[in-house]
């Protein structure tokens, strides 16, 4: 396992280009955390990295929220907030968004089970004490 | 002969069909809310499902309603986006059979003009004073929170939206950590009448522009709550009413923060406020209040017109109408959407 420290919000965006730069050649990600952990905030940052010009925002209403990165790359931004069962992910058609080429990032991944692909990255975000947050990338 | 739109909506939990005359409305229904009352939210595999199942029967209501039959219908509108794809799909495909069937023009609708525009649906019989352009549009919902100048009836430009969380999402998840039902907006609403908005206090957003921002009100609120359960574990239930009225008033703040900045920056002192976090009696309140000292005309539309309904899809498609908008039969919903 490897972890990266947030220490405040200022580090943020320095700290989401260490992530990418950690984690080059895989583009699928489970973000894990409680809520108000940061998920999306996180998110948020390594696609400003990747360059996406869309507003970054919570998909935890449309569930499926896509951008383009600086170099034309599909991103998926995923929350499974609201996913009760996984007959909805079928019915969402998650395949073509799982297994695309795309970068991927999953919110409230525990929500999909087993169906999220083996080769997912799996990243926990935890808050410290001081209001900083630990990055988690466990390996597989 | 009148112009007669169908409008379709189906673009998250609800199926409805409308139907909308020479800019007046003569029938809207909506169907579904049943199924999702029963498992508590909008549960989207249920939805698309629903929409199925709903589309034909509440497209058949709705006409009777108005007593119109099939080949009165000038055209047929329906939602493009944004929304949930498999949802759209229904509503895009049955508006498309529609069209071909009765040969008649297809037009396509932006879900959040339709919001805005909603403004503007008014029954024959009513004497309606409806806003004049420009006007400033705060459009707030479940999914949406956006600041939005509307030029013309189809000329609109988003001024400021939220970069994380929207309003009613903000209502929803402080609602589900104190343990409310979903939806979490009514409830906090109905707790909030009775408890004291200056109990506690919540931090700020610091967005220089009119961007909105929740998520960190979201987190200041969850570490808040952790903190007294520590000191005592039903911190919630004893001062439920007190903590339901100060996150609203948090809330409320950021939109009215905003609204005024924008109202002040851009001159336009025409206020339409859209989408279902418009029913919050707080916001309402205290928006009569800012436009009594601003001197502001302020709309709201009917409450069953602020949350999803096709009644907007249909004034949207006539005003499109009017302009000669329409899409081709190869047209595709887009999930992601914007005005």
């Given amino acids: ?140 | 002969m009148g112009i007669t739109i169908l409008g379709i909506e189906s673009s998250c939990d609800d199926t409805a069909a409308a139907i909308i005359e020479d800019g007046f409305l003569l029938s809207s229904r909506i169907a579904g809310q049943e199924v999702h009352k029963q498992y508590g939210g909008v549960v989207p595999e249920l939805a698309s499902r629903a929409h199925q199942q709903n589309i034909v029967p509440v497209v058949d209501m709705a006409l009777k309603d108005a007593f119109k039959s099939r080949d009165e219908i000038s055209a047929v509108a329906f939602t493009k986006g944004p929304g949930l794809l498999g949802s759209l799909l229904v509503g895009a495909s049955f508006a498309k059979g529609f069209a071909l069937a009765c040969n008649i023009p297809l037009i396509d609708v932006n879900h959040l003009q339709a919001h805005v525009l909603a403004n503007f649906i008014q029954k024959k019989e009513q004497t309606k004073i409806l806003p004049e352009f420009p006007f400033l549009c705060l459009l707030i919902s479940g999914g949406h929170t956006q600041l939005v100048i509307v030029k013309d009836y189809l000329d609109m430009k988003i001024i400021g939206q939220t970069i994380d969380d929207a309003a009613g999402e903000a209502f929803d998840k402080c609602a589900k950590v104190m343990g409310l039902p979903y939806p979490g907006g009514p409830v906090i609403d109905k707790y909030a009448k009775l408890g004291n908005p200056s109990a506690y206090q919540f931090s700020k957003p610091r967005i220089k522009n009119l961007d909105f921002s929740f998520s960190g009100l979201k987190t200041s609120f969850l570490y808040f709550l952790r903190d007294r359960l520590r000191e005592n574990k039903n911190f919630i239930n004893d001062h439920q009413y007190d903590i339901c009225a100060s996150i609203q008033k948090a809330i409320v703040d950021i939109l009215i923060a905003k609204l005024v900045k924008a109202s002040l920056e851009t001159g336009i002192t025409e206020i339409a406020i859209a989408g279902g976090v418009a029913a919050n009696s707080d916001l309402r309140n205290r928006l009569s209040d800012e436009a009594q000292q601003r001197k502001w005309r302020i709309f709201f539309p009917e409450f069953h017109y602020s949350t999803d309904n096709a009644a907007m899809i249909a004034i949207t498609g006539y005003y499109k109408f009017l302009h000669n908008e329409f899409a081709s039969l190869d047209i595709s919903p887009s999930a992601r959407f914007s005005i």
């Avoid at chain 1, 894990?32 to 996180?42: D, I, L, Q």
């Avoid at chain 1, 360059?51 to 929220?65: L, M, Q, R």
């Fill in chain 1, 1 to 140: 396992m490897r972890s990266l420290t947030i220490p405040s919000l200022n580090e943020l965006s320095a700290v989401a280009g260490q992530f990418l730069q950690l984690t080059r050649g895989t583009r699928k990600f489970a973000i894990h955390g409680k809520m108000g952990a940061g998920k999306t905030t996180f998110i948020k940052a390594v696609c400003d990295e990747l360059g996406a010009k869309e507003v970054v925002n919570s998909p935890s209403f449309s569930i499926i929220n896509e951008y383009q990165s600086g170099s034309g790359m599909s991103i998926y931004h995923i929350d499974l907030y609201r996913i009760r069962d996984k007959e909805e992910l079928f019915d969402l058609g998650y395949e073509d968004y799982f297994y695309s080429n795309a970068y991927v990032f999953i919110e409230w991944p525990e929500n999909a089970g087993e169906l999220l692909p083996q080769d997912i990255i799996r990243v926990n975000i935890e808050e410290v004490e001081n209001g900083g947050r630990i990055i988690s990338i466990i390996d597989n």
